[in-house]
């Protein structure tokens, strides 16, 4: 059974950093590309960034220059490094394999 455990979240200041970190388990982790996607407060989930198998990367727009996407294929953990923190990422937090099963998030909170 596939299963993502977010971890990580909490609340920062605008400016401030935050890493966020996602166990997988139940699938062929060092096969499958990962992404990180975030749903802010009323809003639609957003894809956010993504990395391939191989370590390729690519990010929203938005989010471009200031998170960084890595992993970890000994440990089966994917992580989203995110600096210079603004208002407009305050979001619940995902990791996924671009399929349809979803873990609980971890919340991300951006205020001063």
């Known amino acids: 059974q596939v299963q993502f455990v977010e971890s990580g979240g909490g609340s920062v200041q605008p400016g401030g950093s935050l890493r966020l970190s996602c166990v997988v388990s139940?699938?062929?982790?060092?096969?499958?590309?990962m992404g990180w996607y975030r749903e802010p407060p009323g809003k639609a989930r957003e894809f956010v960034a993504r990395?391939?198998?191989?370590?390729?990367?690519n990010y929203i727009y938005a989010v471009k220059g200031r998170f960084t996407i890595s992993r970890d294929n000994a440990k089966n953990m994917v992580y989203l490094q995110m600096d210079n923190l603004k208002r407009d990422d305050t979001a619940r937090y995902y990791c996924n394999n671009f399929g349809r099963i979803w873990g609980k998030g971890t919340l991300v909170t951006v205020s001063s």
């Open positions: 990395i391939s198998r191989e370590g390729a990367t």
């Open positions: 139940g699938l062929d982790f060092s096969a499958t590309d």
